[in-house]
């Protein structure tokens, strides 16, 4: 009973109009209702309703729990966290595969994305999602996932430790801090290599939070992670493409623009792609001091990754 109310309160929704936001849904709900359900009934299936309608359904208690870092469905009924230990399995089910389906496109259309037959997999962020509404999605439909809807949810945490509560956590010691605090006085271009999940964000922001106050750090992302303590720190952000594919504005040209604002200190991110070639033009140019990450598992893989990276550009 209480999923076919639903399926009404989905219908009249649509039919009306009217935003799902939480007050909208509970109103239809009443509305189809009637008199024919119970006050918990009720509730019951107002919850339901808004698990359909609103935010990121019966994964947003998953996303505000402390420390997790991604929410995996694989199935409707396998839903994982990973809270920095390796992947859990919670107890998170969805009704079917439809239920799943409609959740992530209803996802991707909050990130300006679409996702269906003809599109069946989306990336992107998503606005005012999880408890910092700095939520990373991506989604593959049937039959490229033939056990049903994939969808991933990252949760960025903003990189705002310095260097010395790194060194407190034991991330590195004294020899560690003295080389650190060299590269930084000396005006060292450097990058910062790792794995996924290895805190490369986290040492770049401690380290820029150590920059001289007097000088004025311009960074390029494509979420803004970095977050370091320092008062002339100046963050852009690039644009993803809208549902029609036109708009968007990548790492290359925000390097671009970011070298016309008078940068002391140029950073990226992460370099992930073309973007490399006009980080370093712009190193080899007398921008001493700059800066960036990239996904390299050792430090001997990091030329080879970044001659793949730059022929990625053309170079």
Do not use: Y
Not at 124 to 149: F, N, S
Not at 187 to 197: A, D, M, Q
Not at 223 to 241: T, W
Not at 296 to 314: D, F, I, K, T
């Amino acid at each position: 009973m209480t999923e076919e109310l639903v399926e009404r309160v989905r219908r009249r929704l649509a039919a009306s109009g009217a935003p799902a936001d939480p007050v909208s849904v509970a109103r239809a709900v009443r509305a189809e209702a009637g008199g024919a359900l119970g006050q918990e009934a009720v509730l019951g299936a107002v919850r339901l309703a808004r698990d359909e309608f609103v935010g990121a359904g019966p994964l947003a208690p998953l996303l505000g729990r402390p420390g997790v870092t991604d929410v995996l469905v694989t199935s409707p009924d396998e839903v994982w966290i990973d809270a920095g230990t390796g992947p859990e399995k919670t107890e998170v089910r969805f009704v079917d595969e439809e239920s799943v389906r409609r959740l992530a496109q209803r996802l991707a259309l909050a990130g300006g994305r679409r996702l269906d037959d003809a599109q069946p997999f989306a990336d992107c962020w998503l606005p005012g999602v999880g408890p910092r509404g700095r939520i990373r999605m991506h989604a593959v439909l049937p039959p490229l996932a033939p056990a049903g809807t994939a969808l991933s949810l990252r949760v960025l945490r903003p990189a705002t430790h310095d260097l010395a509560e790194l060194r407190l956590r034991g991330v590195f010691g004294t020899s560690g801090a003295e080389l650190l605090d060299s590269v930084i006085r000396r005006r060292l271009t450097f990058l910062v290599s790792g794995g996924t999940g290895t805190g490369k964000t986290t040492l770049l922001s401690a380290l820029l939070g150590a920059v001289p106050p007097g000088e004025r750090i311009v960074c390029v992302e494509d979420a803004g992670e970095l977050r370091p303590d320092h008062p002339q720190f100046v963050s852009l952000i690039a644009r993803p493409a809208n549902v029609e594919g036109a708009g968007e504005i990548g790492l290359g040209e925000l390097v671009r623009q970011a070298l016309r604002m008078r940068p002391d200190r140029l950073v990226v991110g992460e370099v992930r792609g073309g973007e490399v070639i006009a980080l370093l033009n712009a190193m080899n140019t007398g921008h001493d001091g700059g800066a960036c990450t990239v996904h390299a598992n050792s430090s001997a893989e990091v030329p080879a990754r970044m001659e793949a990276l730059a022929a990625l550009g053309g170079l």
